[in-house]
Structures are given as structure tokens and as C-alpha cells.
Nanobody
């Protein structure tokens, strides 16, 4: 079992910055992918960014150049630095881990709300 706890959401003005954190506990390994997804009411949850190692980040086109995902394996924590935020970035952001050793399962955090508004 893996538990994911997100923090760092809130209200920010357009053009501002926020950093989300997701602390993982339980059976998670450094080769397990972790990442961030987001969802707005009435729409499907969408990928924002994922990471396995520092040289393998993956971003949605809509956030490339503005968001940076990073991972601290010593702390089992993944971060999402969000810069130049836009109103369309408003969503509930969910942390995800595809955890396991021989077989893998999806784990989700409870979500943290990011609101970009003036």
C-alpha cells in the first residue's frame, strides 16, 4: 500500500507561482513513476507531468516551459513548480504513483485545489 499526501494548493493571481508537494509513504521504489494530474468539473482527469528520474520528465503540452516536476527520492516526495500560472490552470491537482516491484498499481492523493484568478 502507498499513501500520497499533497500540499501547496491555493489562490494565486495570473502570472503568479505555486509549488505543490506530494509526500509518499509505503511500498514505493525509486523506479516507480510519480506525477501530477488535474481535473476540472465536467472534464476528464488529465496528465500534467510525470517523472521517474531527473532526466526523464514528461509534460503536457499546455504546461511545457511553465511547470517543472522534480523528485527527492530520499524524502519520497515529488514537487510541481508552477510558474506563469493562467486561469485555465485552475483545477484540482492530484498526485499519482504507479507503485510496485513486480506488478504495479495506481495510487492517488486526495487532491489539492489550485485557483488562478485576479
Amino acid at each position: 500500500q502507498v499513501q500520497l499526501v499533497e500540499s501547496g494548493g491555493g489562490l494565486v493571481q495570473p502570472g503568479g507561482s505555486l509549488t505543490l508537494s506530494c509526500a509518499a509513504s509505503g511500498s514505493i521504489f525509486t523506479f516507480n513513476p510519480m506525477g501530477w494530474y488535474r481535473q476540472v468539473p465536467g472534464k476528464q482527469r488529465e496528465l500534467v507531468a510525470t517523472i521517474i528520474s531527473a532526466d526523464s520528465p514528461n509534460y503536457a503540452d499546455s504546461v511545457k516551459g511553465r511547470f517543472t516536476i522534480s523528485r527527492d527520492n530520499a524524502k519520497n516526495t515529488v514537487y510541481l513548480q508552477m510558474n506563469n500560472l493562467k486561469p485555465e490552470d485552475t483545477a484540482v491537482y492530484y498526485c499519482n504513483a504507479k507503485a510496485g516491484y513486480y506488478t504495479f498499481a495506481d495510487y492517488w492523493g486526495e487532491g489539492t485545489l489550485v485557483t488562478v484568478s485576479s
